[in-house]
């Protein structure tokens, strides 16, 4: 199993970037997609991005996508998030989650970070 970790949230104006990193303790890192979901107030726990084993596959939510990238480096068992043009909607915290089969259904990830609080402001 592996244990997710996330850092590198923060406050930014409108239009600004972050960086988000996820490490993950434990064996096996590579054998395990992973995800980045985030929680508005209010809202369910949505999809954001994922990158599979090798990273060469990416996928991104609709709402996300051209501006934020998703990497992963199996050597050092991290993966990021880098997020540009963020917009006030982008505010939540942030999750980082690993599991076998990924994909968008958070249901598909076994384990899960505590998360970090992204708050863009106007």
């Known amino acids: 199993q592996v244990q997710p970790v996330e850092s590198g949230g923060g406050l930014v104006q409108a239009g600004g970037s972050l960086r988000l990193s996820c490490a993950a303790s434990?064996?096996?890192?590579?054998?395990?997609?992973m995800g980045w979901f985030r929680q508005a107030p209010g809202k369910e726990r949505e999809f954001v991005a994922a990158v599979g084993w090798s990273d060469r596959s990416t996928y991104y939510a609709e709402s996300v996508n051209g501006r934020f990238t998703i990497a992963r480096d199996n050597a050092k068992n991290t993966v990021s998030l880098q997020m540009n043009s963020l917009k006030p909607e982008d505010t939540a915290v942030y999750y980082c989650a690993a599991g076998r089969i990924g994909g968008v259904f958070r249901t598909n990830y076994d384990y899960w970070g505590q998360g970090t609080q992204v708050t863009v402001s106007s």
């Open positions: 434990g064996r096996a890192f590579s054998n395990y997609v």
